[in-house]
């Protein structure tokens, strides 16, 4: 039977790193930076000179170490690790110097034990980027020297590797074996599954990231739907992890309450008499060289003790639910790193006895994490990122796989990983998507920055405020989109990060909280020019003289770069993946989300039909009603008697959608003045989560509420009000985003990529029919539920506008309770321009 497989970095990160968890900031080279520098010290070497020299060795014939190391002089008997950075070298973090020692221990033992060496000098070569000076750290050792250190880290990797091997052949059958948990599908609930399997099994057969986008409508359990498949192919599709991601917290709840109910009998879990069925970790992490902030190399410092015995582990499916740092942080008051925090100090000494315990939890839920690391004086945050490498199911946020810094991502790519990402709600990810590849750069941020600099930062803040300040006052508009970031910009905003870098390192300026803000604005727009190009705009958005009274602010203008394609930087997320699943009840039309999204041309689709029958929804199209801005005076009256008739005829709990908190409370006080005993509750702009659970708790199976809530918001989707707690809506607006030139220039963007026609539906039809139809469908959500949606605008009634609305509805035309509202504007025919049908907004 074939041993397992490690990579060398893998098993350095795993048995090797000591001391505290240390994040303050150090200035670290872009990926590119990096390999340039190895390419340099390459280039000066001797013509005999090897690089990326590939190795692999055994131990105790169960365990497979493989990895490339970057450089051996065999004329000088000499392996290198080389390692870039920025700044100085006396900036040591005690875990990475452990790991870089570590790694070219291992390279060096493989290499004595490929070649016959009985000695060897191992060598840390750290370069510094900036000024390209090399620093060469060495040692002399005999070859038994390196192999006990790589026994020493071997030892102690396989005992939980063959844990872990036994944990995965019991998953797997189990897997294998897992039964549906409610017997029967329901109606659609099927056919959903067996599009996710074979999306899954496609993967697993090409090789390549298979893509599938499924529309499935609320109600037939599309988070089982979709993970049930999953599971299954863990065992016949050689999945190693599957990961949920959700736009907001409450998917995590529905997603986890899935998982509960997929949890497989316990299965046997003993430790494998050979960790021989199963990969622990793939060699593929082997092929990259860690270029993370350099330490100095360590003083033959020894390995960490040995781990603690594992404890008896639970037989389950290991779920872990991720959490945002500030919700995870047990000292939001304290920096992270040994000398502040306590959780910090020490961690990677007591990380492996809280490892250990892990595989006993029931659970893998924060709770349960909080629970173990507070028992061994470790941060829950970053215990809970170390437990990702031994999960089976990762729920997390949308940011944890696709953000540019994703650590599930980044995972995947250095570990092997053969995973399956499931993407909830996936509407949500184009918006999520074009804020995480966007940014800017404020002027507030700036002059607060400058504040709490001294000297040379200081001096460079000045550089780049008088930089912003003349890139705005050459524009004539008060927006202006320039055709490349400008090179000044560049130029000013390199000097801040590296004098921020090297009086960090010199001990000459602390980084104040708004002074990292700015340094962290400053690398992300460093970062994405590197990647700009005709999918983003390099945007100036000059203030109004009353926004730079605000003290501080002397700049005069928000420069930046948006994103409005993110196909680019989501496309080699999907690749990465042996299968990706888009799965929302809006989905239409499928171009729109497979252009913005990067999905390839051979993503496969599914439209599952609806399992609710029409007669339950009773939609009318209100046409006499404009709810233009110009028009929105007039309207208010016939949308408050609409509304009060509604209730009247059907008595119960009603939401009503609206443009804007202006437009809602101008039809709420329209509503007070002629309806008084209308009971109404309304949604406002400051409304914290315990105002929210209070305004939702207002809707009960006995109450008749009528709610006022703006389209897009928090009350428009993920809100689950079944029965009687919901039994109509009212949208009052097309939810087309506003015009202005920031959207305009979005438009041209579009325009530019996919034809003007696809650039205005892009831009503002599809968007807005989208929120509509999650708003609509708070209404319907089971099998027998009852309700009745008013869509008020002459829109509606556009066939361009009516096919963009679910299949199932069965629109009828329906009257205003008072006398009609004509638009502003003669509407335009049905053949009109999707683009003039949105500047009639």
Not at 585 to 603: E, H, K, Q, S, V
Request: charged content about 20%; aromatic content about 6%.
């Amino acid at each position: 039977m074939n041993p397992a497989t490690v990579a060398v970095r893998a098993l350095c990160e795993f048995a090797a790193r000591s001391g505290d968890l240390d994040l303050r900031f150090t200035p670290a080279p872009s990926a590119l930076e990096g390999m340039a520098g190895h390419a340099r010290v390459r280039s000066r070497r001797a013509p005999g000179y090897e690089t990326e020299v590939t190795l692999s060795g055994l131990y105790q014939d169960a365990l497979q170490v493989r990895g490339r190391a970057d450089g051996f002089d065999p004329e000088a008997g000499q392996l290198e690790e080389i390692k870039t950075y920025r700044g100085q070298l006396d900036g040591v973090r005690d875990h990475h110097r452990a790991l870089h020692q570590a790694q070219a221990r291992t390279y060096g033992h493989l290499l004595c034990q490929a070649r016959g060496l009985t000695r060897l000098r191992v060598a840390l070569v750290y370069v510094n980027v900036d000024t390209d000076a090399k620093t060469v750290l060495t040692e002399d050792c005999t070859a038994a020297e390196l192999q006990a250190h790589f026994d020493q880290l071997c030892q102690r990797y396989l005992s939980w590797a063959r844990a872990e091997a036994a944990h995965r052949l019991g998953r797997d059958a189990a897997m294998a074996g897992l039964a549906f948990p409610h017997g029967d599908f329901r109606s659609g609930q099927r056919e959903l599954s067996v599009a996710v399997y074979r999306a899954a099994r496609q993967g697993a057969q090409t090789g390549n990231g298979a893509c599938l986008m499924a529309q499935a409508p609320t109600g037939i359990g599309k988070t089982l739907g979709t993970v049930f498949p999953m599971l299954k192919a863990m065992a016949h599709q050689g999945l190693d992890k599957l990961f949920f991601l959700t736009a907001k917290g409450t998917g995590q709840g529905v997603a986890l309450r899935a998982l509960a109910q997929l949890q497989p009998p316990p299965w046997t879990n003993e430790p494998a008499p050979s960790p021989a069925c199963a990969t622990v970790s793939s060699d593929a992490a082997s092929a990259t060289p860690s270029d993370a902030a350099p330490d100095a190399a360590p003083d033959a410092a020894a390995c960490p003790a040995d781990d603690p015995p594992l404890a008896p582990a639970a037989p389950r499916l290991r779920v872990l639910a991720l959490l945002a740092r500030d919700k995870a942080c047990e000292h939001p008051d304290k920096a992270c790193h040994g000398e502040s925090c306590p959780l910090a100090r020490g961690f990677f000494d007591r990380l492996p006895a809280a490892r250990a315990a892990a595989p006993a939890l029931a659970d893998w839920h924060p709770a349960s994490v909080r629970t173990l690391a507070l028992a061994h004086g470790i941060c829950p945050y970053y215990l809970a990122q170390e437990l990702v490498r031994w999960s089976d199911v990762v729920v997390g946020d949308y940011n944890h796989y696709y953000d540019s810094s994703a650590l599930l991502h980044a995972l995947t790519r250095e570990q092997g990983w053969r995973v399956g990402v499931l993407v909830d709600e996936a509407h949500n990810l184009v918006d999520r998507a074009r804020r995480m590849y966007s940014a800017e750069l404020s002027p507030f941020t700036l002059a607060a920055a400058r504040q709490q600099a001294t000297g040379p930062v200081r001096t460079a803040l000045d550089r780049l405020r008088r930089c912003c300040t003349a890139l705005a006052s050459t524009q004539t508009a008060d927006y202006a989109v320039l055709d490349a970031v400008p090179p000044t910009l560049l130029t000013a905003l390199q000097r801040v990060t590296q004098a921020v870098g090297q009086a960090q390192d010199a001990g000459l300026q602390a980084l104040g909280e708004d002074l990292l803000a700015l340094h962290f604005e400053a690398l992300q727009l460093l970062q994405l020019a590197e990647q700009f190009g005709p999918h983003a705009l390099f945007d100036i958005a000059r203030l109004p003289a009353r926004a730079t009274d605000r003290p501080h602010a002397r700049a005069s203008a928000v420069l930046g770069i948006r994103n409005v394609i993110p196909a680019p930087h989501l496309a080699p997320r999907h690749a990465s993946a042996q299968a990706t699943v888009l799965f929302s009840g809006t989905l239409n039309p499928p171009a729109f989300y497979r252009d913005l999204l990067g999905l390839p041309p051979t993503t496969a689709q599914v439209d599952i039909d609806t399992p609710f029958a029409a007669d339950q929804l009773q939609v009318h199209v209100v046409r006499e009603v404009s709810t233009r801005w110009a028009d929105r005076a007039q309207s208010l009256t016939p949308i408050a008697d609409l509304v009060a008739q509604q209730h009247a005829r059907a008595p119960g709990n009603y939401l009503c959608f609206f443009s804007s908190f202006d437009y809602l409370q101008r039809v709420a006080e329209r509503l007070r003045e002629r309806h008084p005993a209308l009971p109404l509750c309304l949604q406002t702009p400051a409304m914290d989560a315990a105002g929210r659970e209070a305004f939702l708790a207002g809707f009960t199976e006995t109450s008749r509420v009528v709610g006022l809530v703006v389209l897009g918001g928090v009350f428009a989707e993920g809100v689950d009000l079944p029965g009687r707690r919901l039994i109509g809506a009212f949208v009052a607006t097309l939810g087309l985003p506003q015009l202005g030139p920031v959207n305009d220039a979005m438009r041209r963007v579009l325009a530019q990529r996919f034809g003007a026609r696809q650039g205005d539906d892009y831009t503002y039809l599809y968007p807005g029919l989208r929120k509509v139809v999650q708003a609509a469908g708070r209404v319907i959500r089971s099998e027998d539920d009852r309700g009745t949606i008013h869509l008020i605008d002459d829109r509606y009634g556009r066939p361009h506008v009516q096919a963009l609305l679910p299949r199932w509805w069965r629109l009828q035309a329906a009257s205003a309770a008072t006398a009609p509202v004509s638009g502003s504007a003669p509407a335009p025919s049905p053949s009109a321009s999707h683009a003039e049908a949105a500047r009639h907004a």
